[in-house]
Nanobody, 126 residues
């Protein structure tokens, strides 16, 4: 069992930055693919970014490419999402998830990911 807890969300102005964290417990996530999704009210859950087990393979949604950076610290069992130049359309609940079967992530789809956190709210005004 992998327990994931997201943190770092909040209310910011357009153009600001935030760093989301995903803390894992229960198992080491060092060989797992990790991903961030987001969901705005009334919409489907949307892929944001994914990272492979070494951190060298990363994938991004076109909407966040160049503004967001996903990273991981396997020694700390943590995954991060650095978000810069935030826009109002980035407002959503952000979720991290783990795929325990793959070291290289399958981006864009949520079905491969077995464990999910409870989410952290990001609200961008302006």
């Amino acid at each position: 069992q992998v327990h994931l807890v997201e943190s770092g969300g909040g209310l910011v102005q357009a153009g600001d930055s935030l760093r989301l964290s995903c803390a894992a417990s229960g198992r080491t996530i060092s060989t797992y693919s990790m991903v961030w999704f987001r969901q705005a009210p009334g919409t489907e859950r949307e892929f944001v970014a994914a990272i492979g087990w070494t951190g060298s393979a990363t994938y991004y949604a076109d909407s966040v490419k160049g503004r967001f950076t996903i990273s991981r610290d396997n020694a700390k069992n943590m995954v991060y999402l650095e978000m810069n130049s935030l826009k109002s359309e980035d407002t959503a609940v952000y979720y991290c998830a783990a795929d325990v079967y793959r070291t290289v992530p399958i981006p864009h789809v949520s079905s491969p990911y077995q464990y999910w956190g409870q989410g952290t709210q990001v609200t961008v005004s302006g």
